[in-house]
């Protein structure tokens, strides 16, 4: 004699009872009675699931591609009926609609724009799944691209146009820091020149001053001296002092001067001359 019986559908999942070899109804989680004439055909997980598929095509621009999808899906819990006898193998009916999807979208695509455009395959599987499959009773939660994997040949080509690419802009990037540097220093020197001729200007300016001051003082002091007198004396002087300190100092080479009248006679008319100069340039 047969007797009923009962039994337990675990939390996340569905039973699917039959009565006489026909479906009787769809219990949920908790205690289940099964009378004599039902019988427990199945029991379907509600809890989201994932598989992933290699699709291998070919792009726009002819390269040879791999792509990893990777699907979730779950059991409708409404329509776990015809999750259990509509399809005999669910992954592999998934699977097929991913190639058939892929297949279809990738090779509109050139290697670049696959790269670019992973969401928009993803979505493209996605809702072609999603329409397909829910008559089904599997909802599709989600598609992803984990990864895209071109032909090793591909790859290298990839890396090496990527590493000139780099080279041209690091050398890019060089010359142009060389000729920032380039530039900085002339502009460098250029002020230094102009620098260099403001000094020399304002020294020989204060030279010229302190000539005047001292013929003025010396006229003051020494009655009916003139100023060609003051200044012969003071160049001399001056001239003399140079002579003593190049003299005095370590490693001096010896000079040679004319030491008579006319000598210095010259030696003046020189100096004097180099004096008129400098006040002229100091001037202009």
């Given at each position: 004699m047969i007797i009923p019986y009962f039994t337990v559908v675990r939390q996340k999942q569905v039973a699917i009872i039959e009565a006489f070899g026909r479906f009787d109804k769809i219990v949920n989680a908790g205690p289940c009675l099964v009378l004599p004439w039902q019988s427990v055909a199945s029991r379907l997980s509600l809890k989201v699931q994932e598989m992933q598929v290699t699709v291998e095509t070919k792009t726009l621009d002819d390269v040879f591609v791999k792509l990893l999808i990777a699907v979730q899906y779950s059991v409708i819990p409404a329509r776990a009926k015809e999750a259990y006898y509509e399809l005999a193998n669910p992954i592999q009916q998934i699977e097929s609609y991913v190639f058939d999807e892929v297949r279809s979208t990738v090779p509109n695509m050139k290697l670049d724009e696959v790269f670019r455009n992973k969401d928009k395959i993803a979505d493209a599987v996605k809702e072609n799944l999603r329409e397909t499959m829910e008559k089904y009773g599997y909802g599709i939660i989600g598609a992803l691209v984990?990864?895209?994997?071109?032909?090793?040949?591909?790859?290298?080509?990839?890396?090496?146009?990527?590493?000139?690419?780099?080279?041209?802009?690091?050398?890019?990037?060089?010359?142009?820091?060389?000729?920032?540097?380039?530039?900085?220093?002339?502009?460098?020197?250029?002020?230094?020149?102009?620098?260099?001729?403001?000094?020399?200007?304002?020294?020989?300016?204060?030279?010229?001053?302190?000539?005047?001051?001292?013929?003025?003082?010396?006229?003051?002091?020494?009655?009916?001296?003139?100023?060609?007198?003051?200044?012969?004396?003071?160049?001399?002087?001056?001239?003399?002092?140079?002579?003593?300190?190049?003299?005095?100092?370590?490693?001096?080479?010896?000079?040679?001067?004319?030491?008579?009248?006319?000598?210095?006679?010259?030696?003046?008319?020189?100096?004097?001359?180099?004096?008129?100069?400098?006040?002229?340039?100091?001037?202009?």
């Open positions: 984990n990864d895209i994997d071109p032909d090793e040949r591909v790859k290298a080509a990839m890396n090496e146009i990527n590493a000139a690419q780099r080279m041209r802009k690091a050398a890019e990037e060089k010359g142009e820091a060389e000729k920032i540097l380039m530039v900085k220093k002339a502009e460098a020197e250029a002020e230094s020149v102009i620098l260099q001729g403001q000094g020399i200007a304002g020294q020989r300016k204060a030279i010229v001053d302190g000539l005047r001051e001292s013929v003025e003082e010396f006229q003051e002091g020494v009655a009916g001296i003139t100023t060609e007198d003051v200044l012969q004396i003071i160049l001399m002087t001056q001239y003399f002092d140079m002579l003593k300190e190049v003299g005095g100092r370590a490693g001096a080479s010896t000079i040679l001067l004319p030491h008579s009248p006319g000598g210095l006679d010259s030696i003046m008319d020189q100096l004097r001359n180099a004096v008129m100069v400098g006040e002229k340039a100091t001037k202009d």
